[in-house]
C-alpha cells in the first residue's frame, strides 16, 4: 500500500498551496478538483520537480458521487490515506433571497456533505491503522453569523463545530484533527463568490502560500484551531474558539459523554 495526502480542491489558491508543501516534504498525493487538465498539469510539476507520485482524480464534490470516485480511486491504486485535506469549497455573496437556491444546495453538499463523508470514510481508516492527521479548512466566516453571505457563514460553522467536536473524540488514538480558518486570502474564491464589491477583500488580504504554510505546520502539530495572519488572530480570540473555546469544549465532552 502506498501512503499518500489526499487534498480536495488542489488545483487553485490554498489547496494547491497545501498541496505543495506535501510534495516539497516527498509526500506522495492524490489531488482532487474539477478541471482534469489543471490536475494534469500539476501532476507533471510536482512529478518532475519534487519527484513525488501525483494521483489525480476529476470529480464534482458537490454531486453525491464525488466521493465515491475518489474512493474507485484510492482502492484501485492501492492507496493509503495518511493525510486528509478537505480544503474544496465556494461562497456566493448577496442578500441570503437575492442568490440561487440551486447553488446553496452545491454549496452545502461540497462545504459540509463531502467534507463530513470524506472525514468519515478515512477518519475510519485512519483509527484503525491508529495513525493520520485530517485538516478541514473551514473561514473566519464561521465564527460568527454572516448577513450577505449567511449560508456560507452557516456552513462554514458547521466545519468548525464537527472538526472541534471529532479532535475531542479522536484524542489519544493517533488520529488528529486540525480546523483552519483562513480570513480574506489572495486566490479564485473573490470572483466566484461574486465579492467583488464586497468591502472584505479591500483592507489586505494574505497569499494563499502564507495561510497554506500556517494550516499545514499546525495540522503537522495535530493543533486544534489554526486562524492564520496576525489580524486575524486577534479577531479569533474574540470570537471565544481561541483559548477559552477550549476549556467550552472540555465542558462539552463532558456532558457528552457515554455512561
Ligand atoms: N480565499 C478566501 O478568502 C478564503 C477565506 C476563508 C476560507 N476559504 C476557504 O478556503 C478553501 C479554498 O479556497 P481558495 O481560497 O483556495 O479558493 P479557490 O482558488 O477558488 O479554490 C477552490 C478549490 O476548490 C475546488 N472546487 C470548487 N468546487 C468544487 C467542486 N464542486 N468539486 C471539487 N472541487 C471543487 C476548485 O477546483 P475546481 O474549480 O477545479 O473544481 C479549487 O481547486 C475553501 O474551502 C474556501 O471556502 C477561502
Redesign the pocket.
Known amino acids: 500500500m502506498k501512503e499518500i495526502a489526499l487534498i480536495?480542491?488542489?488545483?487553485?489558491?490554498?489547496?494547491?498551496e497545501i498541496a505543495k508543501l506535501f510534495a516539497t516534504d516527498k509526500t506522495d498525493l492524490l489531488i482532487?478538483?474539477?478541471?482534469e487538465k489543471?490536475l494534469i498539469e500539476i501532476k507533471k510539476e510536482f512529478e518532475e520537480k519534487f519527484k513525488v507520485d501525483v494521483f489525480t482524480v476529476a470529480?464534482?464534490?458537490?454531486s453525491n458521487e464525488?466521493p465515491k470516485n475518489i474512493y474507485q480511486a484510492v482502492n484501485s491504486n492501492k492507496l493509503t490515506v495518511n493525510y486528509l485535506v478537505n480544503?474544496?469549497?465556494?461562497?456566493d455573496y448577496g442578500p441570503f433571497t437575492g442568490r440561487s437556491m440551486e447553488k446553496y444546495k452545491?454549496m452545502i453538499q461540497?462545504?459540509i456533505v463531502s467534507l463530513t463523508e470524506l472525514s468519515y470514510h478515512f477518519g475510519k481508516e485512519m483509527l484503525m491503522s491508529g495513525k493520520g492527521r485530517i485538516l478541514n479548512?473551514?473561514?473566519?466566516?464561521g465564527l460568527q453569523p454572516d448577513p450577505n453571505f449567511a449560508v456560507y457563514g452557516a456552513t462554514?460553522a458547521y466545519v468548525i463545530s464537527v472538526s472541534e467536536a471529532i479532535h475531542k473524540e479522536f484524542e489519544n488514538t493517533g488520529v488528529t484533527v486540525t480546523v483552519l480558518?483562513?480570513?480574506?486570502?489572495a486566490?479564485?474564491?473573490?470572483e466566484?463568490a461574486d465579492m467583488n464589491n464586497a468591502k472584505l477583500y479591500a483592507s489586505g488580504?494574505m497569499t494563499?502560500l502564507d495561510v497554506a504554510r500556517e494550516g499545514y505546520n499546525g495540522m503537522m502539530k495535530g493543533k486544534l484551531h489554526v486562524i492564520p495572519g496576525f489580524k486575524n488572530k486577534i479577531l479569533g480570540f474574540f470570537s471565544g474558539i481561541m483559548p477559552p473555546g477550549k476549556l467550552r469544549l472540555s465542558v462539552a465532552a463532558k456532558i457528552m459523554a457515554e455512561k
Open positions: 480536495t480542491g488542489a488545483s487553485s489558491g490554498i489547496g494547491y482532487v478538483a474539477r478541471d489543471r470529480a464534482d464534490l458537490s464525488g480544503n474544496a469549497g465556494f461562497g452545491e461540497l462545504n479548512v473551514a473561514s473566519m466566516a462554514k480558518s483562513p480570513g480574506a486570502t486566490s479564485n474564491f473573490m466566484r488580504v494563499s
